[in-house]
């Protein structure tokens, strides 16, 4: 009987301890963000809370940030979006931005590759780094 409570106690701990892991998992990881972030958008936007726009708009306190309020040059195509469509940039439109800016915005300046602007961004495939990234914007504050 002993033996079988000891086994009983071990396999909880243990499922307490997967479900933690997977629970930290599900929240996103800012550190895994901040990389991402630095390696992905760190090259057109300033993240820190100078507030400086670069080839993109500064990204300091964009969660929950008005689609469109910064003072910066947007493209055509972003600002009749968001005038027709005003939206915060919450977990769902990041996510969405994030995994194919063109698809959610056609013709936007940040996935078109030009002379003037030569790096594009044409999405992230993981949902995974995403969450870390998003994770991450939401401690811009």
Request: contains cysteine; aromatic residues 4%; positive net charge.
């Given at each position: 009987?002993?033996?079988?409570?000891v086994l009983s106690l071990i396999m909880l701990l243990l499922l307490v301890l997967l479900a933690g892991i997977g629970f930290q998992r599900f929240r996103g990881d800012a550190e895994v963000g901040k990389r991402l972030a630095e390696n992905n958008c760190?090259?057109?936007?300033?993240m820190t809370a100078k507030r400086k726009n670069g080839k993109g708009p500064y990204l300091w306190e964009i969660y929950k940030r008005?689609?469109?309020?910064v003072d910066f040059?947007?493209?055509a195509s972003f600002r009749q979006l968001v005038e027709e469509h005003p939206f915060l940039w919450d977990d769902d439109h990041l996510d969405r931005w994030l995994a194919n800016p063109l698809a959610f915005i056609p013709?936007?300046?940040m996935s078109q590759q030009t002379k003037d602007h030569p790096v594009a961004f044409e999405g992230m495939d993981s949902s995974a780094n995403r969450k870390d990234l998003i994770t991450y914007l939401?401690?811009?504050q």
């Open positions: 009987m002993k033996i079988a409570h760190g090259v057109c936007h300033d008005p689609a469109g309020v040059s947007f493209s013709k936007t300046k939401k401690s811009l």
